[in-house]
């Protein structure tokens, strides 16, 4: 896993992980041969987990109304609904007004939908209706329309309690 990730986006100068056995063994020797500088959050330290916990929870979120949405019955639609609800995490704006993927990547990505107009027919052949590319479009959609209004929904339950 590491090695797709480094393949694709680059040798990451830190990671920090959790005390799970996943991150021992063939993971150190990777991050010593990468020089990666690999730590270990404490067992004690609740605000890291907090922090990991909380990400985790928005992601599961978003990947079950995808689920539902969708129809997603097979390893394969699981896949795909994680893969989409990362990238709508991801290209969310942060509080210091950039996404994740422009604070590591330097610009926001592009996916098939940002070229793609009801009045682009070269684009729409290539798309078609039905095929991989646009159901992903369409799943990118709902993502985000997710995030949004999960957003919307607890900082409206923050201010009922502020207010009570």
Aim: hydrophobic share 45%; proline share 1%; glycine share 8%.
């Amino acid at each position: 896993m590491l090695e797709l990730l480094i393949a694709h986006y680059g040798v990451p100068e830190k990671l920090i992980t959790d005390l799970g056995g996943e991150f021992e063994g063939d993971w150190n020797m990777m991050c010593e041969a990468y020089g990666i500088d690999s730590r270990v959050a404490a067992a004690h330290a609740q605000w890291m987990n907090g922090i990991a916990e909380r990400h985790g929870k928005i992601l599961g979120t978003i990947w079950d109304k995808l689920c539902h949405q969708f129809d997603v019955i097979n390893r394969t639609g699981c896949k795909r609904a994680l893969a989409v609800a990362v990238q709508a995490k991801n290209a969310t704006l942060t509080r210091n007004g950039i996404t994740a993927e422009q604070a590591v990547f330097g610009r926001s990505l592009r996916w098939s939908e940002i070229a793609n107009a009801d009045d682009d027919e070269i684009m729409m052949s290539v798309l078609g209706n039905d095929g991989p590319a646009w159901l992903e479009a369409q799943m990118r959609a709902a993502a985000r329309i997710a995030m949004i209004s999960r957003d919307a929904s607890e900082k409206t339950v923050s201010y009922t309690h502020l207010r009570a």
